[in-house]
């Protein structure tokens, strides 16, 4: 480390102050209380939830993780379920689920619609 501070004309003791090299800060943190596997069959679930225009809360996340987790060794508290979702599922998924609740808009009648002139022009020109 001193030489790269040499090279770029910095002072030892300031870059160390910036940069570590190994300690506490570079380690990954403790392995999560739910598998790979079942947070990517949450995720998935949840997904195709919100593709029905039935999508998940939080809270109905915490109460899937649970029934999961229900009868084996790794029972999950509420509490513990519920910061899983919150910061490691919400935080490690965002490209899956959504930020909260999302209504589907609304199809206006207009849009929609099949005025008795459409429905005669089609009528002459194809069911005739």
Known sequence: MAQIAK??????RSFRNYV???????KPGRKSIVSDYDTEFIAQHTVRSDRANRGLTVGQIVENVQSIYAH???????????NWAY?????????HIKSGLMKAQKTTSKRSELSVAHQWRWFENFEA
């Open 72 to 82: 084996s060794k790794n029972f999950l508290t509420q509490q513990q379920a519920r």
């Open 87 to 95: 910061r490691t599922f919400r935080k490690n998924n965002p490209h």
């Open 20 to 26: 570590r090299n190994g300690g506490k800060r570079n």
């Open 7 to 12: 090279r770029h004309k910095i002072e030892d």
